[in-house]
């Protein structure tokens, strides 16, 4: 990838809403920035606004490394929509418990695993 496709990728990722998490650090003193959705991206400040601004430039730094190795980089989690469904598979003998139990409850298998699932 060329230099300025590369600057143009990086504006782009810059500009997408990365969560990130601050934390002080008891042993040496500041604070250690991370970005979560973004593996091994990661700074330090000795003051949260300093961590902040070096976060950004380790950010930048990160997906240009990225880019350069041509890696994927990943969308910000918050970003990612979700449709409320999944499929899973499971042994007969749990499917059958649950059909008893839900039928016992004079619900839907599918209520009452969303009950079982929101009690856990």
Avoid at 31 to 49: K, M, Q, R
Avoid at 73 to 83: G, L, N, Q, R
Avoid at 84 to 103: D, Q, T, V, Y
Wanted: hydrophobic share 30%.
């Amino acid at each position: 990838m060329k230099k300025i496709e590369i600057n143009k990728k990086i504006y782009e990722y810059m500009n997408r809403k990365y969560r990130f998490e601050i934390v002080e650090d008891e042993d040496e003193g500041g604070y250690v920035i991370s970005y979560p959705d973004l593996p091994g991206c990661l700074s330090s400040g000795a003051t949260i606004e300093e961590a902040i601004k070096n976060g950004e430039d380790a950010k930048k730094e990160w997906f240009y490394s990225m880019l350069e190795d041509d890696q994927e980089i990943p969308e910000p989690f918050d970003s990612v929509t979700f449709s409320g469904e999944f499929r899973i598979r499971m042994p007969k003998s749990l499917h059958r418990r649950l059909a008893i139990r839900s039928k016992e409850e004079g619900i839907s298998m599918n209520q009452y695993c969303i009950y079982l699932l929101s009690r856990a």
